[in-house]
C-alpha cells in the first residue's frame, strides 16, 4: 500500500529546506523565555537560591549562581536575537544539563522527575538549535 504523503523533497544543495525565519524566531523567543523566567527568579531571589545551591553542597554558592546568571543571561540574549544562537544554545545548555541532574535527581518524587523531563525536552530544543545549519545574519532594514 502506497503513503499519501508526498516526499520530503530536497533542496539542489542536498539539505532539507529551512524554517521560514519567522517560525524559528518564534520558536528561539519561547524556548529563552523559560531561562529569562529563571534569571528573573534568580535576581530577585539571590539569597534564597544561593541557599538552595549551598545545601546541596556545592562550593561558593554565591560565585556559582552569578555564573548560572550569566549564562541564562548571555545564552538567552543570543538565542533571542538569533545572532550566535548555536553558542547561545551552548551556553543554556551548559546551565542546563548539570542543573537537571544535581537538582531534579529524585525520580521518585512525581514533582521532580516532572521537572526533570521537563529539562529534557528543553535540552532537545537546544539541541536542535544548536545543531542548525550555518547562521544566516539577521537584517537590519530601513
Excluded at 518564534?26 to 527568579?41: D, E, N, T, Y
Excluded at 544554545?89 to 542546563?96: D, E, G, K, Q
Aim: cysteine-free; hydrophobic content about 55%.
Amino acid at each position: 500500500m502506497r503513503s499519501s504523503r508526498p516526499p520530503l523533497r530536497l533542496s539542489r544543495s542536498g539539505q532539507r529546506p529551512r524554517a521560514t525565519p519567522w517560525i524559528e524566531g518564534v520558536a528561539r523567543v519561547l524556548l529563552a523565555l523559560v531561562f529569562v523566567h529563571a534569571l528573573v527568579g534568580k535576581l530577585t531571589n539571590f539569597a534564597a537560591v544561593a541557599d538552595k545551591i549551598a545545601a546541596k553542597g556545592l562550593p561558593l554558592a554565591p560565585l556559582l549562581l552569578v555564573l548560572a546568571m550569566a549564562l541564562l543571561a548571555l545564552g538567552s540574549a543570543l538565542l533571542i536575537l538569533g545572532w550566535r544562537q548555536r553558542l547561545g544554545a551552548v551556553l543554556l545548555l551548559v546551565f542546563l544539563v548539570p542543573t537537571s541532574l544535581i537538582f531534579h535527581n529524585e525520580l521518585g518524587d512525581t514533582a521532580e522527575r516532572i521537572q526533570l523531563l521537563k529539562n529534557l525536552a528543553i535540552i532537545a530544543g537546544l539541541l536542535l538549535v544548536a545543531n542548525q545549519p550555518g547562521e544566516r545574519r539577521p537584517r537590519l532594514r530601513r
